[in-house]
């Protein structure tokens, strides 16, 4: 009987043997090619950590580590589950989405662009994957795709003793990422992923508690108010934010509308009252009161910039009347941190960052409807207002309605409120809610010119987006008054007067430019003609003697800096 030959290992189906690499430790590249990753990121990796034992230390670890924020995404795939859609819906719900949300808003078939989108939108930089070896062939190519395109790190948890090397769906995503694999322990996978630091404790300004009540008074006799009523350390904080906020004012008020070389003159020489509004409020809502991190503090830099530009020939009028017991908490922004988080959970990436505009700028679809991609900043910072720098857009519709109607721009107070001379600022914590809702246009290979939220072709867009914004608020459990119905029964004027909707109408704000000659008597009293500073806000001894123990107020610039 001749010697029986050396067993050779039995291929799996479907998968073609190499003669030279019966085990396919050979990365198997795909006919048409890898995806590129993008130019401005260095080339992705294929990480496998063996976890042989199902550690319960690699579970609290990865626990840890799923917060998209910091660019880290766990994926963890549904037991059973060997389809590509079901994985699908896993990585949405990684990125935080809820578990029924595509579903719910009819998007099971857009999973994989959706994430893709999500992913690239929030800067992810390492997507893990829990309990790898249960994934088939075609899942792990999806995923290493994915990761591939936005330039991410893909780490894999192996769970089982058996070789990762020896299986086809790793041969196949290591030829996706040209070979760039390499094999981790636990130990060393804690290593180079280590938890993200635990933010510190919100204190100072930031804590509602260590703030005094403040009095009532308007913005004229506010500080002496404060003065009289207030220990000697507390009006101290109060007086350095006061002062800050003021001086920040001034100069804004310099760099912005009396500069001759900037974009608008001096109100004595034309300046538009739309110009005039829309420029304050962008002041107000991006950089002052707006990102205030209290009420307090909100109230405080109010009273501020009305008293900076009283004397520049502007009135900021306040009337908290119709604001409830206690209007202070009505100046803040409505996109806080926390209601950006839960707008995360949305998996349409229109409905998050048109929702989020709505409440930042506290304005109807009415506008949005004219954004286009170039509008929006790369990194979602800032926003171009409808129109601004740019001949309006006008599109005909199948169904005439108020987009298409004639109505004079002065008369409008949302378009007053956007045609400032700067972009609208917006908060950090919600720009990516527009850096992936421009990553999903861009998918769909749109350009530059195209509009940011697209409709059917000869449709009202601004209907279709009131649509999804109050449907998305009504999933988050918000009810902004500013986008009810016009039969809201809220109210007793309704179908007489028409309501307003605005930044300002929300916080009972009026912006005024004052006589051109009463504004010059004002300037000429109350600024120092030497340098054109208010003498109230020059920080010289005779001018301003702060206390003692009075803290030392930071630059300018710095007040918008709040978390």
Not at 57 to 70: F, K, N, T
Request: proline letters at 12%; charged letters at 20%; aromatic letters at 4%.
């Amino acid at each position: 009987m001749s010697p029986h030959p050396h067993p050779q290992p039995r291929p799996r189906s479907g998968v073609r043997p190499d003669p030279d690499d019966p085990w396919n430790l050979r990365p198997i590249t795909p006919h048409t090619g890898p995806p590129s990753p993008p130019a401005d990121r260095p080339p992705p990796h294929l990480m496998v950590v063996d976890n042989a034992g199902d550690d319960v230390a690699a579970a609290r670890h990865l626990a840890a580590l799923g917060h998209p924020p910091h660019g880290r995404v766990v994926v963890r795939p549904t037991p059973g589950a060997g389809d590509v859609a079901t994985l699908g819906l896993d990585l949405l719900v990684a990125i935080g989405k809820h578990p029924r949300a595509a579903k719910n808003e009819r998007r099971t078939g857009f999973s994989w662009e959706l994430g893709t989108a999500w992913l690239e939108g929030t800067g992810a930089r390492d997507v893990i994957i829990d309990r790898a070896h249960l994934l088939g062939a075609d899942q792990l190519t999806r995923l290493a795709a994915t990761a591939i395109t936005i330039g991410a790190n893909l780490w894999l948890l192996w769970s089982t003793p058996t070789n990762p090397f020896h299986d086809h769906a790793v041969a196949r995503a290591r030829g996706l990422f040209d070979d760039r694999t390499q094999m981790l322990d636990l130990w060393e996978f804690q290593r180079r992923l280590p938890p993200p630091a635990r933010p510190p404790l919100a204190a100072g300004h930031t804590d509602q508690r260590t703030w005094p009540a403040l009095p009532a008074a308007d913005f004229t006799t506010f500080l002496a108010a404060c003065r009289r009523r207030l220990p000697r350390e507390q009006f101290a904080t109060v007086q350095a934010v006061f002062y800050d906020t003021a001086e920040a004012t001034d100069a804004w008020y310099e760099a912005v509308l009396d500069d001759p070389a900037g974009p608008h003159l001096h109100l004595t020489h034309g300046l538009t009252g739309a110009q005039v509004t829309g420029a304050v409020t962008g002041w107000l809502r991006d950089h002052t009161v707006g990102p205030a991190p209290t009420p307090h503090a909100a109230l405080i830099r109010l009273r501020a910039v009305q008293a900076a530009l009283l004397v520049r020939g502007i009135l900021l009028r306040w009337q908290p009347d119709a604001l409830g017991p206690d209007p202070a908490r009505r100046l803040p922004g409505d996109l806080t941190p926390t209601i950006a988080a839960r707008l995360h959970t949305i998996a349409r990436t229109d409905a998050a960052a048109a929702t989020a505009l709505a409440l930042h700028l506290n304005h109807t679809a009415s506008r949005l409807g004219e954004l286009t991609l170039a509008d929006i900043a790369p990194d979602g910072a800032q926003v171009r207002g409808p129109g601004v720098g740019r001949p309006p857009a006008r599109r005909v519709h199948r169904l005439p309605s108020i987009f298409d109607a004639a109505r004079p721009r002065a008369e409008d107070t949302a378009w007053r409120e956007v045609a400032g001379p700067e972009p609208i600022l917006v908060p950090r914590h919600a720009r990516t809610l527009l850096t992936a809702h421009l990553a999903y246009r861009r998918g769909q290979d749109a350009t530059d010119d195209d509009p940011l939220f697209p409709h059917p072709q000869h449709r009202n867009p601004v209907t279709m987006l009131r649509e999804t914004i109050r449907r998305t608020c009504r999933t988050l459990g918000l009810d902004p008054p500013w986008m009810h119905p016009g039969s809201c029964v809220n109210g007793l004027d309704v179908g007489q007067i028409p309501r307003t909707v605005g930044w300002l109408v929300e916080r009972g704000l009026t912006v005024t430019a004052l006589d051109p000659d009463l504004a010059a008597a004002l300037t000429l009293q109350h600024l120092d003609l030497t340098d054109n500073r208010p003498r109230w806000i020059t920080r010289t001894p005779h001018a301003r003697a702060l206390p003692p123990d009075a803290p030392t107020p930071g630059p300018a610039s710095d007040i918008d800096q709040s978390p």
